[in-house]
C-alpha cells in the first residue's frame, strides 16, 4: 500500500457532503457506459473457456468504488450481463454434458484503506439485490489487489485519473516544473504538464500489469477514463475554470491571512487527464490487454448545471485532500467552498456549452 | 443477513472502551490454540486433493473477526502452518510434474455489517506482515457469507457463543421461559435454558451446514467455543457471577428510576455455553464434518485479574448491545459500568479460583 494514496478518498457517511450525495454525474455515467457493456460481454464473455466454467465462482472486482450505490449500479449490471450470456450459451449448446447454469458470482469492493467502508456494507445491505456475494478490499489499485487469475471480470469507473501521488518537482522550487501560484497543470508551463504525465504513464503501466496478472486468461475490464479529445487545450474547459476558480480561492485566503501562502504554493491537484489517443498508446504499450473498445460517452449533466452541485461535487471529491494538505486547523473547509460558490455562481464560462470540452472515455479490454 | 443479529458487534475504534483494547483474553486464546493447530495441520492438510494445488489460491475466512490484532495473529499462523505442510510435501516429492511452491493466500475478515471495517482495515495495515491478500466481509455467519467450495479454511474463535437472536420466549409474560429478573439463563428455571438451547442448536446447525457448503473438499476448521464442562452449574461460576452483577445492576439502576423496568424485564442476553459432549453431539447431529479433535484449552488471564479489565471487557463485549436494548438517552452507560466496577471489586468470588469453571473448548473439524 502506497502511504502517499492513503490520503486520498471521497467523504464518507451519508451527511449533505458525502460522496453518497453527490455523485450524480457519476451515475450518469455509469448508465451510458451500460449499454456498451452488455454488448460487449455478449460478444467478447468467452464461457467456453476453462476459467469461466459456471460451477465456479465468476469474481468481478470494482475498483475505487468509493461508498455506493453507483457502484452497486455497475456491477449488478455486469452480473446480469454476465447471466444472459451464461443462459444464452447454454440454450445453444447441444452437449448434454455442459451444466446449464449460471455461476455464483463474488465481488469485489475496492478503494483506498481510507474509503469508509462501513457506510458501503451498510449501503449495499439496503439498496442492493444481494444476488451475489460481497467482500471490500482496501488498498491501491496502483498496487497488488487480488491473487494471481482469480478475477473474471474488473471494472473501474472514473478513478483512474487520480494519480498515486503528486510528482515532487512541482512542489520543488528549483525545478523548471514548479508549480508556483497553480493548484494544477491546467493553464502551467509545458515542463508541469510534462512531469504531471510521467506520472500517469507509469501509474496506468503499473495499473494495467497487476490487473492482467490478477485476471483470468479470456478475463475483461471496463475503465471509465475522464479525459479530453486530443488536441483540446484543457484550461480552457470547464474544468480548467473550475480548477482555476479553486486556485483563485486559495490565493484570496492567503492574502487574508487564512491559509499559509507556502501551502498555497504546494497544494496540487493530484489529477491527470489523458487524450483517447494517448490512452491507446498507452495500453498498447503495456501490451498485456487487446482493446476491444474505445468509445467516447455521452456528456452527462450537460442541462442546466446548478452552482451548487458544481461546488458540493468538488467538495465531496477533494474536500479531504485539502484537509489533509492544510491541516485541519490550517483552513476552513466551509469558508472556502462558500467563497467557490460565490466565484462559481459569477463564472459564466462554466455554464457555457463552448467550454464543456471534458469528455469521458469507455474503455472495454480483454485480457491477453 | 439477519436484521436482530445486525445490532451485536464490539466497540470499534482505538478507544480506552474499544474492543481492540480490551481483548487481551482472547489473545491469550489464540496463542494456546496455536501449537494444537499446527499440529493438525500437519497431519490433516491434504495437499494432494485437487483443491489443495499450489497453484490455486488458498483462502482462510475467520468467522467473527472483530477489529484485530488477534484476528491476524490467528490468521498468519494458519498461514504458517500451511505453507510449512506445502513446503514438506514439496520435499518429499519425487513427481517432477509437480510444483514445489506454496500458494498464494487471501483471508477474508468477517463480521456482522456493524462492526468497524475501518478500524480492521487500517489495524491491518499497521500491523500485518501482508504475506496474503486480504477482503473483509460483512453478514452474520449463521448465513451464507461465501461462494460454494470456495475457502479452504475457516476459523470461529470465541464468537459462537453468540446466538442469532434472543429466544422469543424469554420476553413473552405468559410464557414457561419467560426470564423475568434475570439477563440470561444461567441461574434460571429450566425452561428458560431449554429455550436457550434449543436457538444455540438451530444456529450451530445453520453455521456448520453453511460452511459445509462454502469450504471445499477436505476444507478444514477451527472453532474456540466458550463452554462449561459436563455437569457444571454454571451460575455458580465467575461467569454466572459476573452476570448476575450485571443483573443487579440494572436492578439498583431500575429502582433509582433511572432506567425503565420494563426495560430491564425484557433484556436478555443472547450467549449461550455447551459442554463438550452437547457440542460434540450437535456436530454429529449435523453430520457434514468429521471431529479430528476436540480439546480443552488452558484457561487464560487466571494470575491476579483486575476488575478493571473484568468491567472493561465486558463493557466492549456487550456495551453496544445494552445501548441499542436501552436506547442511547434511556440509559447512562458510563454509570452502568461505574456501578459495576464496583460491585465487582467487591465480589470475592470472581478472584476465587473455585469459580473459574468457564473452559474454552478447541475443536478441529474436516469437511467430509
Known amino acids: 500500500m502506497d502511504e502517499a494514496s492513503c490520503k486520498y478518498h471521497m467523504i464518507g457517511g451519508d451527511g ?3 460522496y453518497a450525495h453527490n455523485s450524480v454525474y457519476q451515475k450518469e455515467l455509469i448508465v451510458s457506459a451500460e449499454d456498451l457493456t452488455n454488448q460487449l460481454i455478449n460478444s467478447h464473455l468467452d464461457t467456453n473457456k476453462p476459467p469461466f466454467d459456471p460451477r465456479n465462482t465468476f469474481r468481478i472486482a470494482d475498483l475505487g468504488c468509493s461508498v455506493g450505490p453507483n457502484t452497486f449500479f455497475a456491477v449488478e449490471n455486469i452480473i446480469k450481463s454476465v447471466e444472459n450470456k451464461y443462459k ?10 455442459i451444466n446449464h447454469q449460471t455461476p455464483e458470482f463474488q465481488v469485489f469492493f475496492n478503494d483506498l484503506v481510507n474509503n469508509d467502508f462501513n457506510t458501503l456494507f451498510k449501503n449495499n445491505l439496503h439498496t442492493s439485490k444481494k444476488s451475489y456475494f460481497i467482500a471490500g478490499v482496501p488498498g491501491s489499485f496502483h498496487s497488488r489487489l487480488f491473487p494471481k487469475e482469480s478475477i473474471h471480470f474488473a471494472h473501474c469507473s472514473t478513478a483512474l485519473h487520480w494519480l498515486s501521488r503528486i510528482p515532487e518537482e512541482v512542489r520543488e522550487s528549483g525545478s523548471m516544473a514548479w508549480n508556483k501560484g497553480r493548484v494544477h497543470y491546467f493553464g502551467a508551463r509545458e515542463e508541469v504538464k510534462e512531469v504531471y504525465s510521467v506520472r500517469y504513464k507509469k501509474d496506468m503501466d503499473d495499473f494495467l ?8 486468461d479470456g478475463g475483461l475490464m471496463v475503465m471509465v477514463v475522464l479525459g479530453f479529445p486530443d488536441g483540446v487545450v484543457a484550461s480552457e474547459s470547464s474544468m480548467g475554470v473550475a480548477f482555476g476558480v479553486l486556485g483563485s480561492c486559495f490565493e484570496d485566503l492567503a492574502k487574508m491571512g487564512k491559509i499559509s501562502g507556502e501551502k498555497v504554493d504546494s497544494f496540487n491537484l493530484p489529477f491527470y487527464y489523458p487524450s483517447p489517443s494517448e490512452l491507446k498508446a498507452l495500453i498498447e504499450a503495456n501490451g498485456m490487454f487487446d482493446i476491444v473498445r474505445i468509445a467516447k460517452l455521452a456528456a452527462p ?4 448545471p446548478d452552482p451548487r452541485i458544481v461546488t458540493a461535487h468538488l467538495r465531496a471529491v477533494i474536500g479531504e485532500l485539502i484537509e489533509e494538505h492544510f491541516g485541519s486547523n490550517g483552513i476552513s473547509i466551509d469558508e472556502l467552498f462558500k467563497l467557490h460558490l460565490q466565484k462559481v455562481t459569477n463564472s459564466p464560462e462554466l455554464f457555457d456549452e463552448e467550454y464543456w470540452k471534458e469528455t469521458n472515455y469507455f474503455v472495454f479490454l480483454k485480457r491477453k
Chains 1, 2 share one sequence.
Open 209 to 216: 500489469s497487476f490487473r492482467a496478472r490478477e485476471l483470468v
Open 88 to 97: 444464452k450459451s447454454n440454450r445453444t449448446t447441444q452437449n448434454p454434458n
Open 16 to 18: 449533505p457532503n458525502s
Open 301 to 304: 449533466m450537460r442541462v442546466k
